[in-house]
Structures are given as structure tokens and as C-alpha cells.
């Protein structure tokens, strides 16, 4: 059961791992080739694989609850469900979706994630490496402060984005079809959603600097100890 979990476990990161260095590898390479060209469909090229790694995320609830991963339940619940809520927001919003910010949003989710995931890696085969472990606790921090700067930016263009006639490219795409159908938009959704975002930030970058100094004192008593 141990040798279950534990395969289990590094499959689950591996794949983050992997499909996070592919979107980001796949943003930066068509940036290069093509310049500020590249923004309009950017969210086009990695959007579906960004989707599968944050659904997938939400695994990781469960991970914590479970005790596979030693973490803080409520700053990894914030972080889901703004990834994800933001997510269906951009999929719906056709318009938004070829908006720089949304590119930016996207770069920082990966840099983020790509500090956390060769962490766990190296965690899940029981060899954790110091200088991944200051990173993992330390960099992740401001990388989460600017990429809730950029969602609240993503929020307040969406907030620009108002009634529009049927078939205006800045409607809601709520069915699968090729035509878009002009729907009223929530804006006093969108404005409630500011200022939770911020709410909701403030207490995840609390939490997490919290879990720093409990991760890198527990690593600091382990070499002491040795």
C-alpha cells in the first residue's frame, strides 16, 4: 500500500512537472518566433493542457487531507480555486483571452508551479535538496504576490468587457458551438470578486510564510540533529 502511494505520489508531480515545463517551454518558444504576435493565441496553443494540470489540481486537496503531502490545507484551497475560477473565467470571456495580461497570468502560474513540483519530486523519493527547499518556501512567495496582481488585472479588464451586441467576440461562449451569443455579464460579480481576491491573497501569503519558517526550521533541526 506504502509502494502504492508513493508511485502514486511521483506520477502525480512528474506529470505536473511535465506538462508545466511543456506550456511554459511552448509560451517562451512562440514569443521568440513570433514576437507580440504570439499573444493572440497563446491561450489557444496551452490552454488545454493548462486546464488539465489546475483541474488535476485540486488532487492535491485531497493529498493534504490525506497526510501524502505535508502542506497547509487553506493557502493550497485558495490557490485551486482562484486558478481555476480564473481559468472559466478566461474560457468563457473569448476577448480576454488573446489580452497580454492573460499571457502573463499564464508564465507566472508556470514558474510557480515549477518551483513547487522538482521539490515534491525530489520530497516523494525521500531526498530533499536544501537549495530546492529555499526555493520551494522562499521564492514562491512573490511569485504568488505578482500572480494575484495579474489576476486582479485579468478581473479588471473583464470588468471592461460590458454588454455586447450578439456575436461580438467579447460575449460569454456558453455552448460548444462556433457562434458566440451576447449575454449580460455579471458585473457586480466581477466586483465582489476584487476584493475576496484580495482578502483571500492576504491570508494565503500569511499561511505561506508561515509554512516557511515551520519548513526550514523542522529542516534546520534535522541537520542539527545529524
Same mark, same amino acid.
Given at each position: 500500500?506504502?509502494?502504492f502511494?508513493? &508511485?502514486?505520489i511521483?506520477?502525480?508531480n512528474?506529470?505536473?512537472f511535465c506538462?508545466?515545463t511543456?506550456?511554459l517551454a511552448?509560451t517562451i518558444a512562440?514569443?521568440?518566433m513570433?514576437?507580440q504576435?504570439a499573444?493572440?493565441?497563446?491561450f489557444y496553443?496551452v490552454? !488545454?493542457?493548462m486546464?488539465l ?11 493534504? @487531507? ?7 490545507l487553506l493557502p493550497?484551497?485558495i490557490q ?6 480564473l ?5 468563457m470571456l ?7 495580461v492573460v499571457?502573463?497570468?499564464? !508564465?507566472?502560474?508556470?514558474?510557480l508551479d ?12 525521500d531526498?530533499?535538496?536544501p537549495p530546492m527547499l529555499?526555493?520551494?518556501y ?10 494575484v496582481?495579474t ?6 479588464q473583464?470588468? @471592461?468587457?460590458?454588454?455586447?451586441? @450578439?456575436g461580438d467576440?467579447?460575449s ?11 449575454? &449580460?455579464h455579471?458585473?457586480? &460579480?466581477?466586483m465582489i470578486?476584487?476584493?475576496?481576491? &484580495?482578502l483571500? @491573497? ?7 510564510l508561515?509554512?516557511?519558517? %515551520? %519548513?526550514?526550521d523542522?529542516?534546520?533541526?534535522k541537520?542539527?540533529?545529524?
Amino acid at each position: 500500500m506504502l509502494s502504492f502511494r508513493l &508511485a502514486y505520489i511521483f506520477s502525480y508531480n512528474l506529470f505536473q512537472f511535465c506538462g508545466h515545463t511543456w506550456i511554459l517551454a511552448n509560451t517562451i518558444a512562440r514569443f521568440l518566433m513570433f514576437g507580440q504576435d504570439a499573444l493572440a493565441d497563446t491561450f489557444y496553443s496551452v490552454g !488545454f493542457m493548462m486546464s488539465l494540470c489546475q483541474l488535476l489540481s485540486i488532487l492535491e486537496l485531497f493529498h493534504i @487531507a490525506d497526510g501524502i503531502e505535508k502542506a497547509r490545507l487553506l493557502p493550497r484551497f485558495i490557490q485551486v480555486l482562484e486558478k481555476n475560477l480564473l481559468l472559466i473565467m478566461v474560457i468563457m470571456l473569448e476577448e480576454i483571452q488573446s489580452k497580454p495580461v492573460v499571457c502573463a497570468q499564464l !508564465f507566472l502560474w508556470n514558474v510557480l508551479d515549477l518551483v513547487r513540483y522538482p521539490h515534491e519530486l525530489l520530497c516523494a523519493m525521500d531526498s530533499p535538496s536544501p537549495p530546492m527547499l529555499w526555493t520551494r518556501y522562499t521564492l514562491c512567495i512573490p511569485l504568488y504576490i505578482l500572480s494575484v496582481a495579474t489576476e486582479g488585472l485579468t478581473l479588471y479588464q473583464a470588468l @471592461a468587457c460590458e454588454e455586447p451586441p @450578439a456575436g461580438d467576440s467579447c460575449s460569454l461562449n456558453t455552448t460548444g458551438s462556433t457562434g458566440s451569443t451576447g449575454i &449580460a455579464h455579471p458585473p457586480l &460579480a466581477l466586483m465582489i470578486s476584487l476584493p475576496i481576491l &484580495a482578502l483571500g @491573497a492576504s491570508v494565503t501569503v500569511w499561511q505561506l510564510l508561515q509554512e516557511r519558517r %515551520q %519548513q526550514l526550521d523542522r529542516w534546520s533541526q534535522k541537520m542539527k540533529r545529524k
